[in-house]
């Protein structure tokens, strides 16, 4: 008879545990997924694991899909730990691209040095007034920021298809969705020749810093840690609740505008409007699977990056749709969560003489 | 003509309306017994995309439905054993559910993207069809719609008129005095969680079967979501749920009858399309302006794990 018996205390290194646990529960969890479907799981498994990681290219690409989540995870995480739930990361990630593409198109064919400034402040900006929505109806109107946050994504959505089919469309485009390419000095250079990796993953490192300096070196960060773990004591000393969630949500839509110009201006190169791969709602689980940590959320961001990849390996050689990387996500929080119980709890064999 | 365009815009409102009150009465019952299930979204699309492929194999569209609220079932109960067995945080383990059951989803419907099902007939009611104007709006429509009336009449007995639904109101407001009685909490919370995936589960059924006898990936387009901030708009009241989906509905339609009409205006379409999104911002607005209004209505364990030995 196994049950659970609460600890005295939460167990920091089952805190630091329990990611690893999710993630060979999701390994588990996923070989059996491909038994079922008749593949080879160890194939598979290789196909997800090992495959992407062969060689430089391979590597490029694995940090070139991790700067994305890194930089949005890096900003929810700011606010998750204060509770304040902003799922619209996905949205914030549009309008940053909206942002960096008009200034950009505004540019040109300049060659100024300014406009990649330009468009990472645009970038930046634009996230955060999309995010500044839902700070504003919670703080003014006490609207619940999860749904109203939300519901900006699809809005967000339409904004870009409207956007590229109307007025931003490229005349030379035979009618595709897009916008004109953007000129040479509207692109981050590249980091690695003969590589898609750009200077976003600079920024995604530098935000990580910045973030843990933030976190754990400001009393602002402070007061937002005290939000989180206990709202009494925050009220009780007088730190601001619409701080905290001006704060929370200005860091996150911050962030996920940065990560949206970086992608337009990386390795699109122009605004479609197949403009995200959900990485708005995967950098949700990232910041989770990394403990809300800049540490953990770099480790994670890497995880999740290699769950992108190996689906698109597994469509290419698999015949399997690459939608099984959306699965796998979910599962790999699905047990994080699950995982999480032992930060609280241990597990007891026998029945214990204090069964109610 | 304009009594045809009246008919026109209040039979397709019905029908845009149905799918909201499915989930959303669901997800009432559901957090009545004090769990949030963010989940919705992801349990509608598990369910619509189920219910296409049980109906596409079988040729029934009831056993469809049938698959759908199995489907919304299951996946709900994968939910509440985190959140209500292992006390997880449910904002999390429902966002994780919504994410993980549209990923879902869209990988086990791929194969079925190209497909089409025959569209089902509606059901005409006698005599009552005939009402001018009302008639063929809401008595000449498809079985589900009379059956999210039902449902409604049901979910407001079960809640107000039964014992049963007398518990699981206690249950929501304070499980620890539900407890000290003997009332089982957590199997009621299991039940009350499964009977909101399950509805959600219809939810999904329907838009994949009946209202566009189709599987697209994200056809689901925020339903779920909408069907959430229904309940808030709605302050816990199945009555206000009914209004309020069926003015989600209208807005939902509105748009098609404004491109349709061909009216001379250049008004960007996808502007339009985004009113049911906005719409839901508003009206969470309006009725959380007031915290009072949230505070006196909302179940008091709301989003709280509850452990009967501690």
Known sequence: MLRLEPRPQASRLMTWLSPLLAAVLTLVAGGMLFALLGKDPAEGLRLFLVAPLKDLYGLSELLLKATPLMLCATGLAIGFRANIWNIGAEGQFMLGAVGATGVA???????????????????????????????????????????????????????????????????????????VMFADAALLPVLVDGTRLHLGLLFALAALVAAYVFMYRSHAGFRMRVAGEAPDAARYAGFSASRTIWTGLLCGGAAAGVAGMAEVAGPMGQLTDKLSLGYGFAAIIVAFVGRLHPLGIFLASLLMALLYIGGEQVQQYMNLPNSIALVFQGLLLFFLLGADVFIRYRLRFGSGAASA | MEGNLFTAVLFATVVAGTPLILTALGLLVSERAGVLNLGAEGMMAVGAVAAFAATHHSGSPWLGVLAGLVAGAAMALVFGFLAITLQANQVASGLALAIFGVGLAAFIGKPYESLALPAVPPIRLPFIADIPLLGEALYNQQALVYGSWALFWAVLWFLYRSRAGLVLRAVGESPAAAHAIGHPVLRIRYLAVAFGGAMAGVGGAFLSVFYTPMWVEGMVAGRGWIALALVVFATWRPLRVMLGAYLFGGVMVSQLFVQGAGLQIDFPSQLLSSLPYLATIVVLVAISRNPATIRLNSPLSLGKPYRPDA
């Open chain 1, 105 to 179: 198109l505004w540019a040109g064919e300049s060659e100024s040095a300014l406009v990649l400034p330009g468009m990472l402040l645009g970038g930046a900006l634009a996230g955060a007034a999309w995010a500044a929505i839902p700070a504003w109806l919670k703080t003014r109107f006490n609207a619940n920021e999860i749904l109203v946050s939300l519901m900006l994504v699809y809005v967000a959505q339409l904004l870009v298809s409207w956007l590229v089919f109307g007025p931003w469309k490229d005349p030379q485009g035979f009618n595709f969705p897009q916008t």
